[in-house]
């Protein structure tokens, strides 16, 4: 997407396509009010309204005839949401209506609006930087609570601000490394080096591991259910999905497939994964299985480890992979237990018992190790340049004094990049090729 056309006038729906009681029409650009005097009646023509005001008025089509009444409201810039002149008409909100008053817009000398297109102008405009327009699009994607707060704490600067606090303290140990160059028998004061850049490198880490639940909180979490054969796996699946979802028999190597199943759980859209259980096998197709549960482990958020509480404890015949975060049941508490672990979790399907300590143990995991009320890191781009500002500032950390300033450069140009002040086109492309027209 070009960043030139700026001077064009843009147009689009900004409403969600179907009938609904209002819906919207944007324009925004330097002809935004002369579009709005050609399309709007009202008591004043839009282009002689002050910036923040609504007329109340009709829509006209080219020769005249009444399209829909409806508001037109005025913005100036560069206080609008594009930082440049916008009318947005409100009318009913019918394909009919809005098609026709978005040709009319066209008419007058709008062009249809790129896709994420208003926001990129406010992001152009400096109204925002990057992780705040990955923050309108995480506001109008979201579909759980969680989602919704870390994008509205992302679009009210609060992630700016957290990382431009981890900016100033690199910034200090940078001016006075600097300084050192300068005049080097003075030397770096210990509270202008190790002090601030053990805090930055310390925010970085938690600033990095909040990004695992950013992305659970915006696109959910797979937990994958994994055990020996009749460990429970099945029954569990159907416990927490409150139906019978999965075939459940007594027959070890029930499963052999995996399935899939969604729920919500805390507030956080969870996929569920069943899986074929773990055991030697000279079954083809069960082998298959088990390469497979070890392979959904390990891509998982999550592992459920379950072991059958009524039998002898037996420990699986392959390692989990490594890396896998995992939560260890105990499963069939109903039943006499064969073994106990206070580091084990137990639960049974068939009563439920243990079921709810379960839920909240998947929880902490999931979303519990980022602070609460802090902006996260919603967005893999995001991740990645905090995630490059660490290793430039743990590299810095070794490094004799005057070798630590290139990579304190690094880390700061990392950090730009995390909230995207001044990033290459195609990075901004690349973000806002996900938007949906009229955003
Ligand atoms: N009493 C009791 N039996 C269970 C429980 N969970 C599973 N089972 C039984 O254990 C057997 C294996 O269960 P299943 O869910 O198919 O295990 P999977 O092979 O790990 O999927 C079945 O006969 C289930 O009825 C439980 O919580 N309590
Ligand atoms: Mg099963």
């Not at 143990?361 to 905090?386: C, F, I, K, M, S």
């Not at 660490?390 to 950390?397: D, E, I, N």
Request: overall charge negative; charged content about 25%.
């Amino acid at each position: 997407m070009s960043r030139l056309g700026l001077t064009e006038t843009i147009a689009a729906v900004a409403t969600a396509p179907g009938s609904a009681g209002v819906g919207i029409v944007r324009v925004s650009g330097p002809d935004a009010l002369r579009v709005a005097d050609g399309l709007f009646r009202g008591r004043r023509a839009p282009s002689r309204t002050p910036g923040g005001r609504f007329l109340f008025g009709e829509l006209q089509a080219e020769d005249g005839e009444v399209l829909d009444e409806g508001l037109c409201l005025v913005f100036r810039g560069p206080r609008s949401y594009t930082g440049e002149d916008v009318a947005e008409f409100q009318t009913h909100g019918s394909p009919a209506v809005l098609g026709r008053v978005l040709a009319r817009a066209l008419a007058l000398g709008a062009r249809p609006a790129r896709p994420g297109e208003f926001t990129l102008r406010a992001y152009l405009s400096g109204r925002l930087d990057l992780a705040q327009a990955e923050a309108v699009l995480g506001l109008v994607e979201a579909q759980t609570d969680a989602a919704r707060r870390q994008a509205s704490l992302g679009l009210s600067g609060a992630l700016g601000a957290r990382v431009a606090r981890i900016g100033a303290n690199i910034t200090r140990t940078l001016a006075a490394l600097q300084a050192m160059l300068d005049y080097p028998e003075e030397g770096v004061p210990e509270e202008d080096r190790e002090g601030p850049l053990s805090a930055a490198e310390h925010d970085l880490q938690e600033l990095v591991a909040s990004a695992r639940a950013g992305q659970v909180a915006t696109r959910g979490a797979r937990l994958a259910l994994i055990g020996r054969p009749n460990a429970g796996k099945s029954s569990l699946l159907n416990a927490l999905l409150g139906y019978e979802r999965s075939i459940v028999t007594p027959i070890p190597g029930t499963t052999r497939d995996y399935l899939e199943a969604g729920l919500e759980l805390a507030g956080v859209p969870v996929t569920l994964v069943d899986t074929a259980g773990i055991r030697e096998t000279a079954d083809q197709v069960e082998a298959a299985g088990v390469r497979q549960a070890l392979s959904l482990a390990g891509a998982a958020d999550l592992v459920l480890a379950l072991e059958d509480g009524s039998q002898p404890r037996e420990a699986l015949p392959t390692e989990l992979p490594t890396g896998a975060r995992v939560i260890r049941v105990q499963t069939k508490a109903d039943l006499p237990a064969a073994w106990s672990d206070p580091e084990v979790l137990r639960v049974s399907a068939v009563t439920g018992e243990g079921l709810g300590g379960l839920r909240e143990a998947v929880h902490a995991a999931l979303l519990g190790d980022a602070a609460r009320g802090e902006a996260w890191l919603t967005t893999e781009r995001q991740a990645d340049a905090a995630r490059r500002a660490l290793s430039h500032v743990q590299a810095a950390r070794h490094l004799p004094d005057d070798l630590a300033g290139w990579e304190l450069e690094e880390a700061l140009r990392a950090l730009s990049d995390l909230t995207g002040r001044d990033v290459q086109e195609d990075v901004v492309d690349a973000v806002f090729r996900n938007f949906c027209v009229g955003k």
